[in-house]
């Protein structure tokens, strides 16, 4: 069993920045990707970035690309989510999780997640 656990979320103005960070326990597998999705009250739950456990390829979706960068720490076993120049429509919940898939965009294709973290942009 792997468990996930995302912090670093808070209530920000407009081009503020905040560092979300996903801690991961358990369970690991040899070559994983690791993901952030979004969900806002009311709308689906969206695809942000994921890297790969191993390789350092990262990809972000056009909403938020030049503004958020994905990393990891693999002696940590941590992934972060660097958000810059936020804005009001940042705001959701964020989570983090894990998928065996190596480029993988679609909340189906993860198999675990953490509860997720409030990010709340103010104008």
């Known amino acids: 069993q792997v468990q996930l656990e995302e912090s670093g979320g808070g209530l920000v103005q407009a081009g503020d920045s905040l560092r979300l960070s996903c801690a991961v326990s358990?369970?690991?597998?040899?070559?994983?990707?690791m993901g952030w999705f979004r969900q806002a009250p009311g709308k689906e739950r969206e695809f942000v970035s994921c890297?790969?456990?191993?390789?350092?390829?990262?990809y972000y979706s056009d909403s938020v690309k030049g503004r958020f960068a994905i990393s990891r720490d693999n002696a940590k076993d941590t992934v972060y989510l660097l958000t810059n120049n936020l804005k009001p429509e940042d705001t959701a919940v964020y989570y983090c999780?894990?998928?065996?898939?190596?480029?993988?965009?679609?909340?189906?294709?993860?198999?675990?997640w953490g509860p997720g973290t409030q990010v709340t942009v103010s104008s």
């Open positions: 890297i790969r456990w191993s390789g350092a390829a990262t």
């Open positions: 999780a894990v998928s065996r898939i190596s480029i993988a965009t679609m909340p189906s294709e993860y198999e675990y």
């Open positions: 358990g369970r690991t597998f040899a070559s994983y990707t």
